[in-house]
């Protein structure tokens, strides 16, 4: 019994001391939207990102043009075809109507692989700042206030202005 007791004992001040020599967690908070807006590159970035969606967007503009001029030549003279004529008109206007879905299908996932390469770099760069910074100053967690997920944050450091100096950003 008395071996019992002083195994609780042990455990207890074991626990005790352990839990008391953990060190002080320190929170601290960044907005990203705010450092990305003046991270390096995200202007050539999103120049890059706009030329390619222009150029998609060209070609299904094209593409669409293509069709509204087929359907009003076949409204047009839809009376003066042949049975034939008219259902190879109908067939080339909806095979024509079934690309251009198709395109702008493989344009927008396109379009959001082109954004993740460009900015993926940009990001990457960020988030090895924020964590040099929270190593550096002995950070615990950092919470990103951007998305506004947050409900409820004890008192906290903002640590972009210590992210910017990390990236040499004023």
């Known amino acids: 019994m008395k071996k019992g007791f002083l195994l609780l004992f042990a455990a207890v001040f074991a626990f005790g001391t352990a839990s008391f020599a953990q060190k002080q967690v320190k929170f601290g908070h960044i907005n990203s939207s705010d450092l ?93 700042a924020i964590a040099d910074v929270a190593k550096e100053n002995g950070y615990s967690y950092i919470f990103d206030v951007s998305a506004g997920a947050l409900l409820y944050q004890p008192e906290s450091d903002d640590i972009l202005p210590l992210v910017k100096k990390k990236l040499g950003l004023k």
């Open 36 to 128: 990305m807006q003046i991270m390096p590159g995200k202007d050539s970035a999103q120049a890059a990102f706009q030329a390619e969606v222009e150029m998609l967007d060209a070609d299904l503009k094209a593409m669409q043009e293509e069709l509204q001029k087929k359907y009003t030549d076949y409204q047009e003279r839809q009376s003066q075809m042949t049975e034939l004529i008219r259902k190879t008109k109908e067939q080339e206007i909806t095979d024509l109507n079934t690309r251009i879905n198709t395109y702008r299908q493989s344009a927008e996932q396109r379009l959001q692989e082109k954004e993740k390469e460009l900015l993926q770099p940009i990001i990457d760069r960020a988030k090895q």
